[in-house]
């Protein structure tokens, strides 16, 4: 009897993963340039909450970016157009302000690779909207993923550092 309880109970706590019970985070846009016509962009926002310190064992975490309306940010889902950017926080008067480095991609048809998108590749697929849609996104070990809220930010604003020369 021990046995069976034993083996309910794990397979009870192998199937799911903790509630994290962190606070969903708020990111306000403020501003985004391209780094050294590298493809890279940067875009700074602030946080309520200390998003880098939401937990100490971190899987991955970063800004995930949707170009189009596909807003299943979750990471068994695979956005078809994308950003993703690993995020740093920026010393400064403000003390929840960060930077992510965001790289944008296409999935290639069927072939299992990807693209980058920048310059006239990304252009097209800006001006096509007034906003993209992005989150801060972590995976860890033993919790759920955690996500922010949607944070918007102006296809203006970032057309703006792509079409840049």
Do not use: W
Not at 32 to 61: C, H, P
Not at 78 to 104: C, M, Q, T
């Amino acid at each position: 009897m021990h046995k069976v309880f034993l083996f309910f109970l794990i397979m009870m706590s192998a199937s799911c993963s903790l509630n994290h019970g962190k606070p969903v985070a708020t990111l306000e846009y403020s501003s985004v340039a391209e780094l050294r016509s590298t493809g890279l962009y940067q875009v700074y926002f602030t946080s309520d909450v200390d998003v880098l310190q939401l937990f100490k064992s971190k899987i991955g975490e970063g800004l995930v970016c949707a170009l189009e309306d596909d807003l299943d940010f979750a990471e068994s889902h695979h956005i078809k157009r994308s950003g993703f950017g690993l995020v740093e926080s920026v010393p400064g008067e403000l003390s929840l302000r960060y930077r992510a480095n965001v790289i944008f991609s296409e999935s290639a048809n069927g072939k299992g690779g990807e693209n980058y998108l920048e310059g006239e590749t990304l252009a097209p697929l800006l001006r096509k909207r007034d906003f993209i849609s992005c989150v801060f996104r972590v995976h860890t070990t033993t919790y759920k993923t955690y996500f922010s809220k949607v944070m918007r930010i102006p296809t203006k604003e970032l057309l703006k550092a792509v079409v840049k020369q």
